[in-house]
């Protein structure tokens, strides 16, 4: 699926490392979160408004687009309402559509979706980097049980790896594009 149209994201440059070697157990979190986040906007980048929310693989409803705004939500979520008890509306979901983050994003909302992306992974790493202490328990809750941070920075780092995994299998795809 190849298109004439402009491309949402352009641009961007590879600037991961995997992280310190020898950094420690924080460095490395960080690291990798924030690698993930940059290889979500690389599986992005080239792609317009049709693409990002098309739908390439017949046995699924996926699409770029969804997994951007899933992550969004995912990031606000758990670094924002559950770390710091932030209480901050679903943008995306409700109980009329509890998977809208997944099903609603359109062409005519790309553009906004990502710089909705954009703006909460900076308010993220913000409020990320103002809690130091990974042991200590949370403000918030999962399932009524106490969590610490290293719990919420692992399952964000397992979250992006799974949906990357989709993401890899979307862009290919879309328009033949692999990589890592």
């Known amino acids: 699926m190849t298109s004439t149209a402009s491309p949402i994201i352009t641009g961007t440059r590879d600037t991961r490392t995997g992280g310190p070697m020898l950094g420690g157990e924080r460095e490395l979190l960080d690291a990798w979160l924030d690698d993930y986040r940059l290889t979500l ?3 992005l980048d080239g792609l317009d408004a049709e693409q990002l929310a098309a739908q390439p693989l017949p046995s699924t409803s996926l699409s770029l687009l969804g997994i ?4 969004t939500e995912v990031e606000g979520y758990w670094l924002r309402e559950v770390l710091h008890g932030e209480d901050i509306p679903d943008p995306y979901c409700s109980a009329e559509f509890p998977d809208g983050d997944f099903e609603l994003g359109t062409p005519a909302t790309a553009q906004a979706d990502v710089e909705r992306y954009r703006a ?3 308010t993220t790493r913000a409020a990320s980097a103002g809690w130091t202490d990974l042991d200590g328990p ?3 809750l999962r399932h009524g049980e106490q969590l610490n941070l290293r719990w919420i920075l692992t399952h964000l ?3 992006y790896a799974r949906h990357l995994g989709h993401a890899d299998l979307l862009r290919e795809a879309l328009d033949g594009s692999t990589g890592y």
């Open 157 to 159: 780092i397992e979250e």
């Open 68 to 71: 951007l705004r899933h992550l």
């Open 41 to 43: 906007l690389l599986k």
């Open 138 to 140: 949370v403000v918030g």
């Open 120 to 122: 909460e992974i900076d």
